[in-house]
């Protein structure tokens, strides 16, 4: 499900996916952070889903985990 080329054609499998995405009004991520920044299998996926339909004017909500001492981190 990770692999894709982005730069052309993309997975079968993926359509359902996109279908979904494209329907909905809003996203919830919440995901452990990754040296400051998302994981890259969530920036992978942002990366598969067509542009600009799949989050054009659609409400987010960003939640990461940091674990211990490093919470304090993100501020």
């Given at each position: 499900?990770?692999?894709t080329d982005l730069y052309g054609k993309r997975s079968s499998a993926f359509e359902p996916i996109q279908q979904k995405?494209?329907?909905a009004d809003m996203?919830?991520?919440v995901?452990?952070?990754y040296n400051g920044s998302i994981p890259g299998a969530l920036?992978?996926?942002i990366d598969c889903c067509t542009f600009p339909i799949s989050f054009y004017h659609k409400k987010?909500?960003?939640s990461d985990c940091l674990p211990g001492d490093m919470a304090t981190y993100a501020g």
């Open positions: 499900m990770l692999e995405v494209s329907q996203f919830i991520f995901a452990p952070e920036k992978l996926f987010l909500h960003w």
